[in-house]
């Protein structure tokens, strides 16, 4: 089990920003593709978006498009999802993991389980 621990979440406004940060321990991130996901209450979980190890490719689920942005620094082993214009609805929480990478690009399919995950709450 890769071991990643997601952190950076918090309370912002409507409209607000916030950084997160997927950072692995044990192990090179950059051997994988990595996904954020989130949880609002009483919702499935939901992809958000991935990045390929490269970071050549990446996806976003419609509903982020355009507000957030995926990242990574190789270096630094983290993986980072800039998050603008956030809204209510974005109130979850947060999860990073590997995920499926097929024809260099990146799936928002998990291949392992997520480790702790990282509050957001936007207030309206």
């Known amino acids: 089990q890769l071991q990643l621990v997601a952190s950076g979440g918090g309370l912002v406004q409507t409209g607000g920003s916030l950084r997160l940060s997927c950072a692995g321990s044990?192990?090179?991130?950059?051997?994988?593709?990595i996904g954020w996901f989130r949880q609002a209450p009483g919702k499935e979980h939901e992809g958000v978006s991935c990045i390929t190890s490269s970071g050549g490719s990446t996806t976003y689920a419609d509903s982020v498009k355009g507000r957030f942005t995926i990242s990574r620094d190789n270096a630094k082993n983290t993986v980072y999802l800039q998050m603008n214009s956030l809204k209510p609805e974005d109130t979850a929480i947060y999860y990073c993991?590997?995920?499926?990478?097929?024809?260099?690009?990146?799936?928002?399919?998990?291949?392992?389980?997520w480790g702790q995950g990282t509050q957001v709450t936007v207030s309206s």
């Open positions: 993991g590997a995920v499926r990478t097929t024809d260099r690009m990146c799936q928002l399919i998990p291949i392992d389980s």
């Open positions: 044990r192990f090179s991130l950059d051997d994988y593709s």
